[in-house]
């Protein structure tokens, strides 16, 4: 069963966009990878660019890395205002269902978001607290699957987390929700970690597809499709996609922040 996407998820292009890849809380990154693409803060302390280009984030803004309530606070601040865009994905799916009670176990990095808050209640006390988890709920059960960016009529690009099909774009189910958060998974392999398919690899269609999730060193181009985590929690790099210009601004890591033992690009 399929329903249309949502009218709010068709994006203008009007003066650019920004693609943003996986921040995963690493929040000094993101804003200086905001200051290098000529957001500035307004009076109310929100990034705006002065000729009017928005941002778009690819997903998984927190988990992992050190700042995930300053990352999703700003997020939320700024879809708010229209002055930013957020899809839905893994992690934040994962800390959704968290926020809305359900029962969920935190790992991968998750159990960094719940720290966080344990140490957020501590010095804001619970009624701040809960408020902030209302709004932070919101935020992650309304991203959408993708998004479809138009421009004078015409779709000319599509944001998702890990992938999408061709024949997805344009609509939501509970199935398309799945593949745009963990992309082609079919089943796991012998360390019960998932097998991803690149589902990229035999892709027809000629429609932009940005996406971000499988960590590679640098941005991948195949088939029309880009996709822009450069691992920067793993001490990689932040990336941005500037459409239309094609262009990649890139952060350094200051460092690897995930202590994981299979880091995805220092050992690539
Ligand atoms: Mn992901």
Not at 35 to 55: C, I, W
Not at 123 to 152: C, E, F, M, W
Request: hydrophobic share 35%.
């Amino acid at each position: 069963m399929y329903v249309d996407l949502k009218p709010q998820f068709y994006i203008e292009l009007k003066k650019g966009i920004d693609f943003i890849g996986d921040i995963h809380a690493c929040f000094d990154e993101f804003i200086t990878l905001l200051n290098l693409l000529g957001y500035v803060q307004n009076k109310d302390g929100l990034y705006v660019h002065p000729e009017g280009r928005k941002f778009m984030s690819v997903g998984d803004v927190m988990s992992r890395g050190p700042e995930s309530l300053k990352t999703m606070i700003f997020f939320q601040q700024h879809v708010e205002q229209k002055l930013a865009y957020m899809t839905d994905s893994n992690h934040g799916w994962k800390i959704a269902r968290w926020l809305d009670g359900r029962k969920v176990i935190l790992k991968h990095g998750d159990e960094k978001v719940e720290e966080e808050f344990i140490e957020y209640e501590k010095q804001n006390g619970s009624d701040r607290t809960n408020r902030l988890k209302k709004k932070l709920k919101h935020l992650l059960l309304n991203a959408p699957s993708h998004y479809v960016i138009v421009n004078d009529g015409k779709q000319v690009a599509v944001c998702t987390h890990a992938g999408i099909k061709d024949d997805f774009i344009g609509r939501e189910s509970s199935g398309i929700k799945n593949f745009c958060r963990y992309g082609d998974v079919s089943g796991v392999d012998e360390n019960g970690k998932p097998i991803r398919k690149d589902w990229f690899q035999n892709r027809q269609g000629d429609l932009l597809i940005i996406w971000g999730h499988d960590p590679k060193p640098e941005p991948l181009i195949v088939n029309q499709s880009i996709n822009i985590d450069q691992g920067a929690v793993f001490g990689g790099k932040l990336t941005a996609y500037r459409y239309p210009e094609g262009e990649f601004v890139f952060v350094k890591a200051n460092k690897d922040y995930s202590n994981s033992p299979h880091n995805p690009i220092l050992s690539k």
